[in-house]
């Protein structure tokens, strides 16, 4: 009998986690650098409402249609930049769940000159900044992190848990 319980509790705690990953949201956010690593593409946000004002990182939602993260990745970049980059030439480095499970967000980070030509296209503005500059805007607190982070290229990989 304890056995049964325990396997039935065990089937629904599987379930509970099973329906929860099938419910979050998957997003990527991609940090672009030129090879000299002293510049950065960066975006101001308009939405969602707790992020507008503040620069973060290019990215968006993971499409159904998108092969994998780095292709999702490559296209988000593209929408917003006008920049092609190949997803092969996106390095994952970190990703960040949020409690409850809500929304995982899988951050890469390149280091191209082509993203020196990055441009506005859609309705928030991009920036392309000096590394030293971008202490100077607003920024979502995350950024003073995944920044350095990013630019470390022995920094492998991390996961935060975001409250």
Same mark, same amino acid.
């Given at each position: 009998?304890?056995?049964?319980?325990?396997?039935? +509790? @065990?089937?629904?705690? $599987?379930?509970?986690?099973?329906? #929860? &990953?099938?419910?979050?949201?998957?997003? $990527?956010?991609?940090?672009?650098?030129? +090879?000299?690593?002293? #510049?950065?593409?960066?975006?101001?946000?308009?939405?969602?409402?707790?992020?507008?004002?503040?620069?973060?990182?290019?990215?968006?939602?993971?499409?159904? &249609?998108?092969?994998?993260?780095?292709?999702?990745?490559?296209?988000?970049?593209? +929408?917003?930049?006008?920049?092609?980059?190949?997803?092969?030439?996106?390095?994952?480095?970190?990703?960040?769940?949020?409690?409850?499970?809500?929304?995982?967000? &899988?951050?890469?980070?390149?280091?191209?000159?082509? $993203?020196?030509?990055?441009?506005?296209? +859609?309705?928030?503005? @991009?920036?392309?900044?000096?590394?030293?500059?971008?202490?100077? &805007?607003?920024?979502?607190?995350?950024?003073?992190?995944?920044?350095?982070?990013?630019?470390?290229?022995?920094?492998?990989?991390?996961?935060?848990? @975001?409250?």
């Amino acid at each position: 009998m304890l056995v049964n319980s325990i396997s039935q +509790e @065990i089937k629904h705690r $599987v379930k509970l986690e099973t329906d #929860n &990953y099938l419910k979050m949201k998957e997003y $990527v956010l991609g940090f672009a650098f030129n +090879e000299a690593k002293n #510049n950065i593409v960066l975006i101001e946000k308009t939405k969602p409402e707790w992020q507008a004002g503040s620069l973060n990182g290019v990215g968006g939602k993971v499409e159904e &249609y998108d092969e994998d993260f780095h292709s999702a990745m490559s296209r988000e970049f593209l +929408e917003e930049t006008g920049v092609f980059i190949n997803p092969s030439e996106w390095d994952y480095f970190a990703s960040m769940t949020f409690e409850g499970g809500s929304a995982v967000v &899988y951050c890469f980070r390149v280091f191209s000159d082509k $993203v020196l030509q990055a441009q506005t296209i +859609e309705e928030e503005q @991009i920036k392309v900044l000096h590394i030293d500059e971008v202490c100077t &805007y607003k920024t979502l607190k995350n950024l003073n992190v995944l920044i350095p982070a990013a630019l470390d290229e022995d920094f492998v990989f991390c996961n935060f848990n @975001i409250k």
